[in-house]
């Protein structure tokens, strides 16, 4: 069974800077499309970044310029690399998986992590 897992949570100050990663398993990790997303109290869950397997990667205009999504197929470990954080980016952040090597415009993932929170507050 694939399984997913997100570390890395935290609480930061504005401007400041975390770093998500996330373990998959259960399938062939190079062959896995990833992505990141995140869900703010009260509102829906929105895609963060998403990455194929050939390390090309999707940005939500929210977070272009800002963080940075990088996978390591030989070290099957993906990061999320959050620099200038902002309050909005607060929110419960998840990793999933789809067996599939490359994401296209399909959001809709199969496997997901339990989250991790991150905090961004003076």
């Known amino acids: 069974d694939v399984e997913v897992a997100e570390s890395g949570g935290g609480s930061v100050q504005p401007g400041g800077s975390l770093t998500l990663s996330c373990a998959a398993s259960?399938?062939?990790?190079?062959?896995?499309?990833l992505g990141w997303f995140r869900q703010a109290p009260g509102k829906a869950r929105e895609v963060v970044a998403v990455?194929?397997?050939?390390?090309?990667?999707y940005y939500a205009d929210a977070v272009k310029g800002r963080f940075t999504n990088s996978r390591d197929n030989s070290k099957e470990t993906l990061t999320l690399q959050m620099n200038s954080l902002k309050p909005e980016d607060t929110g419960m952040y998840y990793c999933?998986?789809?067996?599939?090597?490359?994401?296209?415009?399909?959001?809709?993932?199969?496997?997901w992590g339990q989250g991790t929170q991150v905090t961004v507050s003076a």
């Open positions: 999933a998986a789809r067996t599939v090597p490359y994401c296209g415009l399909d959001r809709e993932f199969g496997y």
């Open positions: 259960g399938y062939i990790y190079s062959r896995f499309c």
């Open positions: 990455i194929d397997r050939d390390a090309s990667t």
